[in-house]
């Protein structure tokens, strides 16, 4: 198995970096981006998002804290530290270790939520999965834009079914469609799962939805490389069960006290 400290030197110079646990558990982390607490729009306004739907619906305006969003989603290397500290190997394993710097897929929520456990306790940090609210704002900042860069789909800003890949793609592969606080693949290759349940809007985080414990399906955000860009629209969720774990099923993480 190749070992984590054999990073990629793209990993390198996208500023990954490996540490040590107190218990010589090799962990690896993705670098950080900064979102500022305050409002910002979340779900779609018709008048501007052609696409909208209604799960999307209404447009309403919440207030976040600060936190920080890891910059890439997390990828093959950093989880092959989890295998390696004795989690069970995701689908297609072998072949996903030819990618280091590729999104890991294959992974349900319950997998992605026990490796920012796994994360925690080795970092000394809370990490967690963002909700989708804080999903949402990493990925199209404070003024309701539709994607990313702006209200207009691009096809070479994202890896989605208009681009033709096929498949997942090394991270930060489209440096044109980062997010208004710096984030990269918040729109395609991987969907990724957040810690909410799928529920109607408005948001609301104190009405059970961030519950940990709970069989209900979970919403994922962002879609993949086998998606269009109707489903890669900032505000598009998609929902699936929480044990579900498929070949364009990932996630990213967020460092930042537990939700209360």
Same mark, same amino acid.
């Given at each position: 198995m190749?070992?984590?400290s054999?990073?990629?030197?793209c990993?390198i110079?996208?500023d990954?970096?490996?540490?040590?646990?107190?218990?010589?558990?090799?962990?690896?982390?993705?670098p950080l981006?900064a979102v500022?607490g305050?409002?910002?729009?979340?779900?779609?306004?018709?008048?501007?998002?052609?696409g909208?739907?209604?799960?999307?619906?209404p447009q *309403?305006?919440?207030t976040?804290a600060?936190?920080?969003?890891?910059?890439?989603?997390v990828t093959?290397?950093?989880?092959a530290c989890?295998?390696?500290?004795g989690?069970?190997?995701?689908?297609n394993?072998?072949?996903?270790?030819?990618?280091?710097d *590729?999104?890991?897929? *294959?992974?349900s929520w319950?997998?992605?939520?026990s490796?920012?456990?796994?994360?925690?306790?080795c970092?000394?940090?809370p990490?967690?999965?963002?909700?989708e609210?804080?999903?949402?704002?990493?990925?199209r900042?404070?003024?309701?834009?539709v994607?990313p860069w702006?209200?207009?789909?691009?096809r070479t800003r994202c890896?989605?079914s208009?681009?033709?890949?096929?498949?997942?793609?090394?991270v930060?592969?489209?440096?044109?469609g980062?997010?208004?606080?710096g984030a990269?693949?918040l729109?395609?290759n991987v969907?990724?799962?957040?810690?909410?349940?799928?529920?109607?809007?408005?948001?609301d985080a104190?009405?059970g939805r961030?519950?940990?414990?709970?069989a209900e *399906?979970r919403?994922?955000r962002?879609?993949?490389w086998?998606f269009?860009a109707w489903?890669a629209?900032?505000?598009?969720?998609?929902?699936?069960s929480?044990?579900?774990?498929l070949d364009?099923?990932?996630?990213?993480?967020?460092?930042a006290?537990?939700?209360?």
């Open positions: 190749t070992q984590p054999q990073l990629p030197l990993l110079q996208l990954f970096s490996v540490f040590h646990a107190a218990n010589g558990a090799e962990y690896v982390i993705s981006c500022p305050g409002d910002f729009l979340m779900g779609s306004d018709p008048a501007i998002d052609i909208a739907y209604h799960s999307e619906l *309403h305006r919440m976040l600060a936190y920080q969003i890891a910059r890439y989603p093959v290397a950093e989880y989890f295998v390696q500290a989690q069970h190997e995701p689908a394993w072998q072949q996903q270790l030819e990618q280091l *590729h999104p890991v897929v *294959h992974v319950h997998d992605a939520v490796y920012a456990q796994w994360l925690s306790a970092a000394g940090q990490w967690r999965l963002p909700t609210a804080e999903w949402e704002k990493a990925a900042g404070a003024d309701g834009r994607y702006d209200d207009t789909f691009c890896n989605t208009e681009d033709k890949k096929g498949s997942t793609t090394p930060g592969s489209y440096p044109k980062v997010s208004p606080y990269l693949d729109i395609g969907w990724g799962w957040t810690s909410s349940i799928f529920r109607p809007y408005p948001y104190s009405d961030e519950q940990a414990e709970s *399906h919403v994922l962002g879609a993949a086998d269009s489903e629209r900032a505000a598009f969720r998609f929902d699936y929480p044990g579900a774990a364009d099923f990932g996630f990213r993480l967020v460092l006290p537990p939700i209360a």
